[in-house]
């Protein structure tokens, strides 16, 4: 699904770093350098869209002591699973918040090498560009795979919205150092979910996207992706993987 490049070549330099020096000095050097990239793009993703019949690449992952259980499902234009399948790796590296691209990428990058079909979407259970460095998982993964990607969290990680305007329109857009980086939105109920840009998807396109992914207050790639590892993590011994 993709192939050995510079940029997977540093994400797994700076884990080594980190676990030989515990610094985080190339991880910020590559959130800052690629988040720029993105930025200077957005405008120009604005003119993504999902074609008549995709195939949407849904990620989720949970963890157990020292062990990441990765998940991805493959949705059609129906919304219906077509595949899935899941990788038990080590972590690398630990939970350091703004940082969750160098935790659990390196279980989705097994997992991606199962993948042989072209996805239209990637969906990731965490932020884009709505991100302290403008750098989140969706970004980072979008990257490493070259795969159009988006953001879905539950909850903001910063950034400012109307919520009167949430309430009216069933959307708003977030702010972050005056900059609009993303949406919150009711698909439904009273909780929001909070969507951003990834990799070569615009800002304005986002909304549709959701509306068109979505049954219940979670999109169904990443919704289907969660009830998939949760039963892989409650039907396998962890202890006997390795």
């Given at each position: 699904?993709?192939?050995?490049?510079?940029?997977?070549?540093?994400?797994?330099?700076?884990?080594?770093?980190?676990?030989?020096?515990?610094?985080?000095?190339?991880?910020?050097?590559?959130?800052?350098?690629?988040?720029?990239?993105?930025?200077?793009?957005?405008?120009?993703?604005?003119?993504?869209?999902?074609?008549?019949?995709?195939?949407?690449?849904?990620?989720?992952?949970?963890?157990?002591?020292?062990?990441?259980?990765?998940?991805?499902?493959?949705?059609?234009?129906?919304?219906?699973?077509?595949?899935?399948?899941?990788?038990?790796?080590?972590?690398?590296?630990?939970?350091?918040?703004?940082?969750?691209?160098?935790?659990?990428?390196?279980?989705?990058?097994?997992?991606?090498?199962?993948?042989?079909?072209?996805?239209?979407?990637?969906?990731?259970?965490?932020?884009?560009v709505l991100h302290p460095?403008?750098?989140?998982?969706?970004?980072?993964?979008?990257?490493?795979?070259?795969?159009?990607?988006?953001?879905?969290?539950?909850?903001?990680?910063?950034?400012?919205?109307?919520?009167?305007?949430?309430?009216?329109?069933?959307?708003?857009?977030?702010?972050?150092?005056?900059?609009?980086?993303?949406?919150?939105i009711l698909t439904s109920?009273?909780?929001?979910?909070?969507?951003?840009?990834?990799?070569?998807?615009?800002?304005?396109?986002?909304?549709?996207?959701?509306?068109?992914?979505?049954?219940?207050?979670?999109?169904?790639?990443?919704?289907?992706?969660?009830?998939?590892?949760?039963?892989?993590?409650?039907?396998?011994?962890?202890?006997e993987v390795f």
């Open positions: 699904m993709y192939k050995k490049s510079i940029k997977i070549k540093l994400f797994y330099n700076a884990i080594q770093e980190y676990n030989k020096t515990k610094s985080l000095n190339l991880a910020l050097k590559i959130q800052n350098r690629y988040s720029k990239i993105i930025l200077q793009n957005l405008p120009k993703w604005n003119h993504f869209s999902l074609p008549e019949n995709f195939l949407i690449g849904g990620i989720d992952l949970t963890f157990v002591k020292d062990l990441a259980i990765g998940g991805i499902v493959l949705l059609n234009e129906k919304l219906e699973i077509i595949d899935k399948k899941y990788k038990i790796t080590r972590v690398r590296f630990p939970y350091i918040s703004g940082f969750l691209s160098f935790r659990e990428l390196d279980c989705i990058l097994s997992l991606i090498k199962e993948i042989h079909k072209p996805l239209d979407l990637l969906c990731f259970d965490g932020h884009g460095r403008f750098f989140g998982i969706a970004s980072h993964g979008g990257l490493l795979f070259d795969i159009p990607s988006i953001g879905i969290a539950k909850k903001k990680l910063v950034g400012n919205y109307d919520k009167k305007e949430l309430n009216q329109n069933r959307k708003a857009l977030v702010y972050y150092k005056n900059k609009a980086l993303g949406w919150t109920g009273k909780n929001p979910i909070f969507v951003s840009s990834g990799w070569k998807v615009g800002l304005t396109v986002l909304p549709q996207i959701i509306k068109r992914i979505s049954k219940y207050r979670i999109p169904e790639p990443t919704r289907l992706a969660h009830l998939y590892i949760k039963e892989i993590r409650k039907n396998i011994n962890v202890n």
